[in-house]
């Protein structure tokens, strides 16, 4: 059983290299990032990883975030898109559903740090 | 928000008002008796164990439980019983009648709060918010609506039950401006652990500018309550990185959400002063906009968590009595979100 799991991981870390613009944030950034997610309440909507509650359902689980492909579907997978994204996301994905967010482009910065850095698998 | 019970010094040990700080005093006392009694405890112990056995004989007579075990405790206990009932009798002191009232009501699982005349009736209404100005004492009558809640707000008061059929007195009072978490302190349910409310403490001239505000919202209400006030952006912070007023209307039209919010059933539940709402099963929402947090102090208020909560309140908060609109597109619970930010 072990064995089986440790050889999936060894599978999937082959298989999926990180993308070079997926940096490895500063733990600090990571801390900021949930910090302003709690804040902000982005969890009325998403399931969030490192956050017990709340876990909405109007959008989609942030589980998993950083093995995405595209951003909500259809952005480019870049740290610099997504933190647009946080902040207005009807403003660069238009039609998004997803409301404009109260966050700084700092925070937003750290959220996406976070969001990326979630777990290297 | 309720966050702002965490951290450190506890709000207990950190006073924020008279009354508070007669808990704190008292607070502190019993951590100082019992570390006493704590200690010889110990002391006991120890003769008990390696003391010399003509201590431990004495400590084992009859004269040493009489003293230790009955007299010590009696003494200490009785006098701890009246030391403190005086300390904290000004906190449930009835009404003398130049005081500022205001009336909370717990219902499962939010806080019904009623600014009271003189004369005792209802000037204005709100929820899981309560106003006061810094310096003045003000009492609040509890009810309850349905089971026994307990109203806490540690940084300016100490604890007071809120029980159906019976009006109990607390007060509290700010000595310095700012805003102080509650909760309800007692188990009333499911959702317990999620009901609380947000005090804000105004300064004298703060507090003008709050009242003068509150009614020009009412008198701007009972005009047009779907008028969306002109200039004022719900966006908070640099503008530039929001979308444009037409992209915003598209997406985020108030007066498309009034219609909703008359038409989807909210103002069976929801009273909206000066508008057709007036439903009393769930908060007033004249003020809404104005709110620091939705679902009673559990999360910030702004566009997104407004859209959350109203399209699925019951994964946030399962089982609370406001059913999830998950039968509304995005794009009507952003009408209604944009509708409710501009009640203020
Ligand atoms: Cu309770």
């Given at each position: 059983?072990?064995?089986?799991?440790?050889?999936a991981?060894?599978?999937?870390?082959?298989?999926?290299?990180?993308?070079?613009?997926?940096?490895?944030?500063?733990?600090?950034?990571?801390?900021?990032?949930l910090?302003?997610?709690?804040?902000?309440?982005?969890?009325?909507?998403?399931?969030?990883?490192?956050?017990?509650?709340?876990?909405?359902?109007?959008?989609?689980?942030?589980?998993?975030?950083?093995?995405?492909?595209?951003?909500?579907?259809a952005?480019?997978?870049r740290?610099?898109?997504?933190?647009?994204?946080?902040?207005?996301?009807?403003?660069?994905?238009?039609?998004s559903?997803?409301?404009?967010?109260?966050?700084?482009?700092?925070?937003?910065?750290d959220i996406?740090?976070?969001?990326?850095?979630?777990?290297?698998? | 928000?309720?966050?702002?019970?965490?951290?450190?010094?506890?709000?207990?040990l950190?006073?924020?008002?008279?009354?508070?700080?007669?808990?704190?005093?008292?607070?502190?006392?019993?951590?100082?008796l019992?570390l006493?009694?704590?200690?010889?405890?110990?002391?006991?112990?120890?003769?008990?164990?390696?003391?010399?056995?003509?201590?431990?004989?004495?400590?084992?007579g009859?004269?040493?439980?009489?003293?230790?075990?009955?007299a010590?405790?009696?003494?200490?206990?009785?006098?701890?019983l009246?030391?403190?009932?005086?300390?904290?009798?000004?906190?449930?002191e009835?009404?003398?009648?130049?005081?500022?009232?205001?009336?909370v009501?717990g219902?499962?699982w939010?806080?019904?709060?009623?600014?009271?005349?003189?004369?005792?009736?209802?000037?204005?209404?709100?929820?899981?918010?309560?106003?006061?100005?810094?310096?003045?004492?003000?009492?609040?009558?509890?009810?309850?609506?349905?089971?026994?809640?307990?109203?806490?707000?540690?940084?300016?008061?100490?604890?007071?039950?809120?029980?159906?059929?019976?009006?109990?007195?607390?007060?509290?009072?700010a000595?310095?401006?700012?805003?102080?978490?509650?909760?309800?302190?007692?188990?009333?349910?499911?959702?317990?652990?999620?009901?609380?409310?947000?005090?804000?403490?105004?300064d004298?001239?703060?507090?003008n500018?709050?009242?003068?505000?509150?009614?020009?919202?009412?008198?701007q209400a009972?005009?047009?309550?779907?008028?969306?006030?002109?200039?004022?952006s719900?966006?908070?912070?640099?503008?530039?990185?929001?979308?444009?007023?037409?992209?915003?209307?598209?997406?985020?039209?108030?007066?498309?959400?009034?219609?909703?919010?008359?038409?989807?059933?909210?103002?069976?539940?929801?009273?909206?002063?000066?508008?057709?709402?007036?439903?009393?099963?769930?908060?007033?929402?004249?003020?809404?906009?104005?709110?620091?947090?939705?679902?009673?102090?559990?999360?910030?208020?702004?566009?997104?968590?407004?859209?959350?909560?109203i399209?699925?309140?019951?994964?946030?908060?399962?089982?609370?009595?406001?059913?999830?609109?998950?039968?509304?597109?995005?794009?009507?619970?952003?009408?209604?979100?944009?509708?409710?930010?501009?009640?203020?």
């Amino acid at each position: 059983m072990i064995v089986m799991a440790l050889s999936a991981c060894v599978t999937l870390v082959a298989c999926k290299e990180p993308v070079e613009t997926r940096r490895e944030p500063t733990n600090d950034m990571k801390a900021r990032g949930l910090a302003a997610i709690e804040r902000a309440g982005c969890g009325s909507c998403h399931k969030i990883p490192g956050l017990d509650w709340p876990a909405g359902r109007l959008g989609p689980s942030l589980e998993g975030f950083d093995d995405v492909g595209l951003i909500a579907g259809a952005l480019p997978n870049r740290p610099d898109v997504l933190a647009a994204f946080i902040r207005n996301a009807p403003g660069v994905k238009p039609g998004s559903t997803m409301p404009p967010m109260p966050v700084s482009a700092s925070e937003a910065e750290d959220i996406a740090a976070y969001l990326y850095g979630i777990d290297h698998d | 928000m309720i966050d702002a019970l965490w951290g450190w010094p506890p709000p207990v040990l950190d006073p924020a008002g008279p009354y508070s700080a007669k808990v704190t005093t008292l607070s502190w006392s019993l951590f100082a008796l019992g570390l006493v009694v704590t200690a010889i405890v110990v002391a006991a112990l120890y003769v008990a164990i390696k003391g010399p056995d003509r201590w431990k004989a004495k400590l084992g007579g009859e004269r040493a439980i009489w003293l230790g075990g009955v007299a010590f405790p009696g003494v200490v206990l009785t006098g701890l019983l009246i030391w403190g009932l005086t300390l904290t009798a000004s906190l449930t002191e009835s009404i003398r009648g130049d005081e500022m009232r205001i009336r909370v009501t717990g219902e499962m699982w939010w806080f019904r709060v009623q600014y009271l005349d003189a004369d005792g009736s209802v000037a204005m209404e709100d929820a899981n918010e309560i106003h006061i100005p810094v310096g003045v004492p003000v009492v609040l009558e509890l009810e309850s609506a349905d089971v026994i809640h307990s109203f806490w707000v540690p940084h300016l008061s100490g604890k007071k039950d809120m029980i159906p059929g019976r009006r109990t007195l607390l007060r509290i009072e700010a000595d310095r401006a700012g805003e102080f978490g509650g909760v309800c302190a007692e188990y009333c349910g499911g959702q317990h652990a999620l009901m609380g409310f947000v005090t804000v403490a105004h300064d004298r001239q703060e507090w003008n500018v709050w009242l003068a505000g509150r009614r020009a919202g009412a008198a701007q209400a009972a005009a047009s309550p779907a008028s969306a006030s002109e200039g004022a952006s719900p966006y908070p912070g640099d503008a530039d990185a929001y979308p444009t007023e037409a992209e915003l209307l598209e997406q985020y039209d108030p007066r498309a959400g009034y219609r909703l919010f008359m038409d989807s059933g909210c103002a069976a539940c929801h009273r909206i002063a000066g508008s057709d709402a007036n439903g009393l099963a769930g908060p007033d929402l004249t003020y809404v906009g104005s709110r620091r947090t939705l679902g009673a102090g559990i999360l910030a208020n702004n566009r997104g968590t407004m859209v959350g909560w109203i399209g699925d309140s019951q994964s946030l908060k399962p089982g609370n009595r406001m059913p999830s609109y998950d039968v509304l597109t995005a794009k009507e619970l952003g009408h209604i979100a944009a509708f409710l930010e501009l009640q203020r």
